[in-house]
């Protein structure tokens, strides 16, 4: 956008960029899981024995919370990648 010619700086935006897709994916879960829709990844799901309907239902058991949490943790891998 600003003109900035610097590869450091397009790896930090490409790594700041896919933090912010994941937590956007998060943070918009409630509102697809109303809708009867999940759009994590299935095979975190899976490894942590968590389904799309323990999502859709709402459930907030340990399994679902781990979910999260390894999605979220590969934000945060970005945002140290960045840094």
Same mark, same amino acid.
């Given at each position: 956008?600003?003109?900035v010619?610097?590869?450091?700086?397009?790896? *930090?935006?490409s790594?700041i960029?896919?933090?912010?897709? !994941?937590v956007?994916?998060l943070? *918009?879960?409630p509102?697809?899981s109303?809708?009867?829709?999940v759009?994590l990844?299935?095979d975190i799901?899976?490894?942590h024995? *968590?389904?799309? #309907?323990d999502f859709?239902?709402?459930k907030q #058991?340990q399994h $679902?919370?781990? $979910?999260?949490?390894?999605?979220?943790s590969? *934000?945060? !891998?970005?945002?140290e990648?960045v840094?």
């Amino acid at each position: 956008i600003l003109g900035v010619r610097d590869i450091h700086a397009d790896h *930090a935006a490409s790594h700041i960029g896919k933090a912010q897709g !994941i937590v956007t994916c998060l943070r *918009a879960t409630p509102y697809h899981s109303t809708r009867q829709k999940v759009f994590l990844p299935m095979d975190i799901c899976m490894l942590h024995g *968590a389904s799309q #309907e323990d999502f859709i239902r709402g459930k907030q #058991e340990q399994h $679902v919370r781990d $979910v999260i949490y390894d999605i979220a943790s590969q *934000a945060h !891998i970005h945002l140290e990648h960045v840094r």
